[in-house]
């Protein structure tokens, strides 16, 4: 009789589940790196539409409607009923173009501006360091080494 041959770690169907798997793990991790942030606009009662508006404004200040239309992919009078609700909540502020008094010009507020600078950075890492905090050392450093690993063989192709 002849003995059953195993099958190969790295048959093409075995790398096929195993890179499905770190996808869906990938796709978890970035949802709950994400989630404290989201909750945050959630509190705030920010649509998505607004949360898009207010990216391109804090990454991009003085941007006139149709920078900010185009940027967001939206019809210049949907952006500026935007602009409008996020103004009178105190989020953003128009200002005249100091070259041309016909246009103005979105900045975000003095409120948004502090928020991203000082908030937003420890509600992305949060979830990370806290559950880094919780690991080993050694869980910590097969952690990095195994994502360093992968980032390697990503960039390699």
Known sequence: MKPLRSRSRNSPAQVAAQAAQIERDLAAI????????????????????????????????????????????????????????????????????????????IHPSAAVAQFVKERIPALRTGPLHSAMARATPNERAGIARALRRLRALLDAD
């Open 30 to 105: 970035r949802q709950a790196m994400r989630r404290p942030l989201e909750a945050e606009y959630a509190k705030g009662n920010v649509t998505v539409p607004q949360k898009a508006v207010l990216q391109v404004v804090v990454q991009n200040p003085g941007a006139s409607l149709r920078d900010l239309s185009r940027a967001v992919s939206l019809a210049h009078s949907t952006v500026s009923g935007i602009v409008d609700r996020l103004e009178k909540r105190g989020m953003i502020e128009r200002r005249q173009d100091s070259a041309d008094g016909r246009l103005s010009r």
